[in-house]
């Protein structure tokens, strides 16, 4: 599935209903990465994969020039987590563990469980 936020185009996978847990994929993936996850989880949670920027049909990043950050891929997951009434629980593995680590941070009074698979560590900074 494909959503327009602003200037930019997110891909997705959206399945499954009940509790929402949100997947970040690692560097030189994509959101296929959590195929079989995905089905192992469908029957009783709402699961939402995502495309970082750059990757699938996500828009690269182009924002005047700036360096993109952390929050930027957090900010792809803002429809979804300001819709949803209840806790959330975010999944990433490796860079996409970073990401994760940010929208617990960002997203702290909705966090219900942050997983993390072979996460790098990433230096917090207010932006």
Known sequence: ML???????????????????????????????????????????????????GYGLTSKWIENNNPQNLLDHVKLTEPFINSYKGKITFIGHSFGGSVAMRAALEFQIKLNKLILLEPNAFFYSKQ
Request: no cysteine.
């Open 3 to 53: 959503l327009k936020i602003k200037n930019t185009t997110l891909e997705y996978h959206r399945v499954g209903s009940g509790p929402l847990i949100i997947l970040f994929h690692s560097t030189a993936s994509s959101l296929n990465q959590w195929h079989s996850l995905i089905n192992l989880l469908k029957n009783e949670y709402e699961i939402i994969a995502i495309n970082l920027f």
